[in-house]
């Protein structure tokens, strides 16, 4: 498994679990079912779903998601961990963003609360 994946997978865990970390998920989604965030990375293509009740993980290609973010796996676990300045890779051109940007906003807010709560 790749650090992306596991990274994921802890992602998914620490919201699946911390009642704050839901409320936050629950305000994101607002009156929509959920949000679908893929990633195409040098390992593979995966989504996640995000909805009030849980985030999963999944392998593959889903048809309409809310955003598509397109990178080596390292940038995209940078940007995910705080390292890598997410301004930077739109610059640069090593991550392309596809659809709705805006929900990086969210997403980040929502990585922030799992890894201090995670300390």
Do not use: C
């Amino acid at each position: 498994m790749s650090q992306l994946q596991e990274f994921f997978k802890f992602l998914a865990s620490k919201t699946n679990e911390k009642e704050d970390l839901k409320k936050m998920v629950a305000d994101w989604i607002g009156p929509y079912d959920g949000k679908i965030l893929q990633v195409h990375t040098e390992e593979g293509d995966q989504y996640m779903v995000v909805t009030k009740e849980a985030m999963t993980l999944h392998e593959g290609i889903y048809p309409s998601p809310d955003v598509i973010y397109k990178a080596q796996s390292s940038i995209l676990l940078g940007i995910f961990t705080g390292e890598v300045p997410f301004k930077d890779t739109m610059k640069d051109g090593s991550l392309e963003v596809i659809g709705n940007a805006h929900e990086s906003d969210f997403l980040a807010n929502l990585i922030l609360a799992a890894m201090m709560g995670a300390m």
